[in-house]
């Protein structure tokens, strides 16, 4: 099926988003309006059908085999190069005929009775009709088609019958003659029905579907010419080249919070194509109306527009993906913002057949660049992050789905580049090359497979230095250390005292005297007598480079300080020193190592309305203040503390759902209080319980959080179990190219070990990043496990790698 999915693709609604964010466009936002929603032809009757008087250009030359559509949408057939096709009769059954014969082939020897028998009722219902013969047998052998293709081929099917019948019986006929859903007239339609031959309508769509986008707090719109829908111009970028004018209209809902998009597509006195998405900003949910064919002036209800399963005339979430559901063009009428920003990364209410918005994507921010002078790489991520420009969506997953490349990167991405959106060869050029490298690949294959039999107890992982360092630093940050190992981290060669791993994502080394300007530092460490290979040597910087017009202000966040708070969070230049001033003055003065800080100020627990600002400093230079924060009232009911629950030979518990700012205390039934602390944020991943017990979590041990503010919640743990085996951790999936795993589950303070296709061991750390004995290459097969004590897990999680360059593949 691997080909077909590859020929079906279809070209859902281009409004554009901000797919890359230049300095140049500061608002490049997404908004994804109009997913290419189209409905069907109109006018037709039992006997013969007389071949189209219209479109007597096809405009094309097919090479033998080769899919004569590259994507179909919005009643319309595009070529590889994006231009609408003109058709003739001659081209609609060639088409046809190409697709049934895809189809066929690959529905395999089992079905092949049932396709003959499918066909002989059909010539036998139909005699007359050689047409509705072809569209009802490729309608049955669609269904037969895995789901991503099945549900490119609805697409392609329907625009097929629409353009039949358009050029059969003009737009007036159509309208009063064809059913919008099936794209059939409808006396041919109720025949199908009747004989079993076209599956009707199912529930979702319809009435149920407004009920179903309401209960899911969606914006129900009015009907189309309604005075409350407003005019906001038209499309000023217009990727399909596709309706004359392209108008934006937008309509905002006050309960439920929200906003309706429509992009009625004009031709002449007609709107071949009249889209409406809808978006609740609250819920994060967003459903799709589509309309075909509607008179310029006319009304129509929303009632009788096309939505949920009765959308067929285009994927529209292959193309609608993202933050938010709608495509914006930098400085175009979709730039609605903030209105257009969801709460959280948007949930379509689609078809189950069709992706439903993976993401959002994370493998962009693994691209190694640098955003300081003197080299000054552009990112993408500087604008697209929520309540900006928007996440992405997992090009990755997307690209899995249409069994090639979707159409978020053959009609987004790529049309984006070089045109709306910065091009190759300038200051974004890494996120860039990235993007299209990532357009060009698939997630790869994994899961759970057996486990490796096997050890190499030598292989113990380099830690990760967290770099840059600058000059006048007097601690760094380490990450990937085994829980108990001895980090030593070296100065030109000269160790600094080691430093036993608590936390394994970071471990805050002190450095004396304070780093200089072209030091090289690295860092290895030990583990029940393994020394680790050294890390990667970073040359430490004149931070005057990075920041030619003196330091940044830093910024507290999260930005909620809570009366009777004892913490407060500040994001920083990594290693400067931070002074936090209460009420300014009374300050509290720390050497941080790493660029998001924990920090208590000096007057604890907060009073309400206690104001806080941060200053931060490097060598002499001293930064301005940050914005001013204020205590607030704490939450009422506090939010009950949640911790996952342990597992024997764990030396850390993870906690989260705590209020910002809380004092928490862990207890343990036998051995009382084993660790308090207070974090600015909602959650402690690693938090080391070891320690006080004087040995890793048994079976049986139990466990109790207490979280204070001026009131206090508790909540009592199950008893730890034991380790008989463990789930296999996850990885992110990995870029070629770098030298470590990032580690997204596993059991707290387990040891992962990471192997290769050819199983010799290349890792063994812990925390968030865990270094390799080498940098990943194109082609290689990762097996990762994880350890506690005795207990391995059970299974390994097997994943491939990806390429940030398209130099890089291959």
Not at 229 to 251: D, I, Q, S
Not at 478 to 502: F, H, L, M, R
């Amino acid at each position: 099926m691997r080909r077909l999915r590859k020929l079906s693709s279809v070209l859902s609604p281009v409004f554009l988003s901000g797919i890359f964010p230049p300095a140049a466009f500061p608002l490049a936002v997404f908004l994804l309006v109009s997913a290419a929603l189209l409905a069907a032809p109109a006018g037709a009757q039992i006997g013969p059908t007389p071949a189209p008087a219209v479109r007597v250009e096809s405009g094309q030359s097919q090479a033998a085999g080769s899919d004569p559509v590259a994507v179909a949408a919005y009643g319309k057939l595009f070529d590889a190069s994006g231009r609408i096709i003109s058709v003739t009769p001659k081209f609609l059954r060639e088409t046809l005929d190409f697709y049934i014969e895809q189809l066929t082939s690959e529905a395999g020897p089992d079905k092949r009775a049932d396709v003959d028998e499918r066909r002989r009722r059909l010539a036998e219902t139909f005699r007359d009709d050689d047409m509705v013969q072809k569209f009802l047998l490729l309608d049955y052998l669609t269904g037969l088609a895995p789901p991503a293709a099945q549900a490119r081929m609805e697409v392609r099917g329907h625009v097929l019958r629409r353009l039949w019948y358009e050029g059969l019986y003009g737009i007036e006929r159509y309208r009063d003659e064809i059913d919008e859903r099936s794209a059939l007239p409808f006396k041919i339609r109720d025949l199908a029905e009747e004989r079993g031959i076209l599956a009707k309508a199912t529930t979702s769509s319809g009435k149920k579907y407004i009920e179903e986008c309401r209960k899911a707090e969606v914006p129900i719109p009015p009907g189309w010419g309604n005075a409350a829908w407003k005019h906001v111009g038209n499309l000023t970028t217009n990727f399909l080249g596709f309706g004359n004018p392209a108008e934006v209209w937008r309509w905002d809902s006050s309960s439920p919070k929200g906003l309706c998009v429509a992009l009625p597509r004009v031709d002449g006195s007609n709107i071949s194509a009249l889209g409406i998405i809808c978006l609740g900003r609250e819920s994060s949910n967003a459903c799709f109306f589509d309309a075909e064919n509607v008179p310029v002036g006319a009304s129509k209800p929303i009632s009788d527009f096309l939505g949920g399963t009765d959308l067929f005339n285009g994927v529209c979430t292959d193309c609608h993906a993202g933050e938010n559901p709608y495509v914006v063009h930098p400085g175009g009428p979709l730039d609605m913002r903030p209105d257009n920003h969801p709460a959280q990364f948007y949930t379509p209410l689609i078809k189950p057949s069709w992706p439903q918005n993976p993401g959002p994507f994370g493998l962009l921010a693994m691209v190694p660049i640098n955003e300081l002078p003197p080299v000054s790489d552009g990112s993408c991520l500087s604008c697209h992050v929520p309540g900006d420009a928007g996440r992405f969506p997992d090009i990755l997953a997307l690209n899995a789905w249409a069994g090639g490349q979707s159409d978020y990167c053959r009609v987004i991405v790529k049309s984006a580049i070089g045109n709306t959106m910065p091009g190759p060869g300038g200051p974004f050029d890494k996120h860039v090359q990235a993007m299209l490298a990532f357009c060009g690949q698939s997630t790869p294959e994994g899961g759970d497979v057996p486990p490796v039999d096997k050890d190499d107890p030598q292989v113990v992982s380099p830690p990760l230095l967290l770099g840059p360092l600058y000059a006048c630093v007097d601690m760094v940050e380490v990450g990937g250390g085994i829980y108990d190992a001895k980090i030593t981290v070296s100065v030109n060669g000269n160790p600094q005292p080691s430093v036993q791993v608590k936390t394994p994502s970071k471990t805050l080394v002190k450095i004396s005297p304070p780093l200089v300007a072209g030091d090289v530092v690295n860092a290895v460490q030990e583990k029940n007598g393994v020394v680790s290979k050294p890390s990667p040597d970073v040359v430490v910087l004149d931070h005057t480079v990075a920041y030619p017009f003196g330091l940044p202000a830093p910024k507290i966040d999260p930005t909620r300080i809570n009366e009777c708070g004892r913490t407060i969070a500040v994001r920083h230049i990594k290693g400067a020193t931070v002074t936090v001033f209460t009420n300014g003055g009374t300050p509290a003065t720390y050497s941080t190592g790493g660029d998001w800080s924990n920090l208590p100020p000096a007057i604890r627990p907060f009073v309400l309305a206690d104001r806080y600002k941060a200053q931060q400093k490097l060598c002499k230079d001293v930064s301005p203040d940050s914005a001013e924060e204020s205590a607030v009232s704490p939450p009422a009911p506090m939010p009950v503390p949640k911790m996952d629950p342990p597992v024997a030979g764990q030396p850390l518990v993870a906690v989260s759902n705590l209020a910002e700012g809380a004092q928490t205390t862990i207890d343990e039934a036998s051995a009382g209080t084993v660790s308090s602390f207070s974090t600015a944020v909602t959650w402690n991943p690693e938090v080391d319980v070891a320690t006080a017990l004087g040995r890793n979590i048994k079976s049986g041990d139990t466990f109790t959080v207490i979280s204070e503010l001026c009131d206090g919640t508790k909540v009592e743990i199950p008893p730890a179990r034991p380790c008989k085996s463990l789930d296999p951790p996850k990885i992110a999936t990995p870029l070629v190219g770098q030298n470590f795993v990032t580690v997204t589950s596993a059991a707290p303070g387990a040891r992962i070990l990471v192997y290769d296709a050819s199983l010799a061991k290349i890792g063994d750390g812990s925390g968030i990043t865990v270094g390799l004995t080498r940098k990943i290459k194109f082609g290689d097969v990762l097996k990762v496990m994880q350890r506690l004590e005795e207990c391995t897990s059970s299974q390994a999680y097997q994943t491939g790698v990806v390429c940030a360059s398209n130099k890089d593949c291959g």
